[in-house]
């Protein structure tokens, strides 16, 4: 059962949510759109206000009668960074997002480097909080298992079994969202394109690295025990880890990927199947589905979409898991 202060930190929630458009809201409104009473509404905007987190501006609806209150956000008090690094057609690089809390962006940009090391992301966010010092939240996109903190078997091996969010939240003493970016981009692609009752899966093939592979089932991630799940690298292609990823170059990763789908269909039974990854090329997807058909029912494959750009669906999965942390942590 819910204590008084884990009602009232959801109610909060609720109406901060609202604001979130950027545009002035009252609180009926806010009553009418929640199903709080006015009473709990006003207490909340009060406190909200008085906190800095939004800003009141009183507006009349005509010439006479008594004026209301119009509340928005204040887009100065709070900003979020998203932050994470990857290895793409052998570049490793660092990028980043510096959001407020309506989603405007005040910050961006990637750096490429020959090594990244834990040491090089701390230096990325002092760098950002020394321009932002109004930083809530953070999330850290990683290809790797992101394992209750730690990152595990990942694409850059300098990384391997470094306990980062401990490292990270010490330092800079906010709260610190990591997972793996799959799991990332397919809670954004969900977020942007998908209905609420939609089960997507989302498979990314970049060559030399090996795949990955993100599902949301009506607006749930599914991790596994230890953020395991959707590494289909690990499936059982008949050849070892290394000589799979000798094997995913353009002519010759259609057969691990073909398999990696007729596996995920029937599993997970997904409405939407995503392909994406440097590799994957648009002509590729009715091959991909003819090699689908020969095992799957035709009535039970998913609507299959290519979508080569997976970057805002990247960021928009780690703002909003940026965001779920400052409210998991507030006090």
């Not at 290809?143 to 939240?169: M, Q, T, Y």
Request: net charge negative; with cysteine; proline share 5%.
């Amino acid at each position: 059962m819910k204590n008084t202060a884990q009602i009232k930190k959801e109610n909060q929630r609720r109406i901060w949510e609202i604001l979130r458009d950027g545009l002035p809201h009252t609180k009926q409104e806010a009553t009418r759109i929640t199903g709080l009473s006015p009473a709990t509404c006003n207490t909340i905007f009060n406190e909200l206000e008085q906190e800095g987190q939004v800003r009141g501006e009183k507006r009349r609806s005509g010439e006479v009668g008594r004026a209301s209150v119009a509340y928005m956000l204040n887009q100065d008090y709070e900003s979020f960074l998203c932050i994470g690094f990857e290895l793409i057609q052998g570049r490793r690089s660092i990028f980043w997002r510096v959001l407020t809390a309506t989603g405007q962006v005040l910050d961006q940009g990637r750096d490429c480097r020959e090594r990244i090391t834990c040491r090089d992301i701390e230096d990325k966010i002092e760098e950002l909080k020394e321009k932002f010092p109004n930083m809530r939240a953070a999330a850290m996109g990683t290809p790797s298992v992101a394992d209750k903190g730690w990152i595990r078997h990942c694409d850059l091996p300098e990384f391997d079994n470094v306990p980062v969010v401990e490292i990270l939240e010490q330092t800079y003493h906010f709260p610190v969202h990591l997972e793996n970016d799959m799991h990332y981009k397919v809670y954004g692609y969900y977020l942007k394109e998908c209905s609420r009752e939609d089960t997507v899966t989302i498979l990314n093939y970049p060559s030399h690295v090996l795949p990955g592979m993100g599902t949301v089932v009506e607006g749930k991630v599914i991790k596994g025990w230890n953020q395991f799940a959707g590494m289909v690298g690990f499936l059982p292609y008949g050849v070892t880890r290394e000589e799979q990823i000798e094997k995913l170059v353009p002519e010759t990763y259609l057969p691990f990927l073909s398999k990696g789908a007729a596996s995920v269909i029937p599993l997970l039974n997904p409405r939407i199947l995503v392909f994406t990854g440097d590799l994957v090329k648009e002509e590729d997807i009715k091959k991909i589905w003819e090699y689908c058909a020969r095992t799957v029912p035709e009535a039970y494959l998913p609507e299959f979409v290519w979508a080569p750009d997976m970057k805002e669906y990247y960021f928009a999965g780690m703002f909003e898991r940026a965001i779920e942390e400052k409210w998991r942590t507030r006090q």
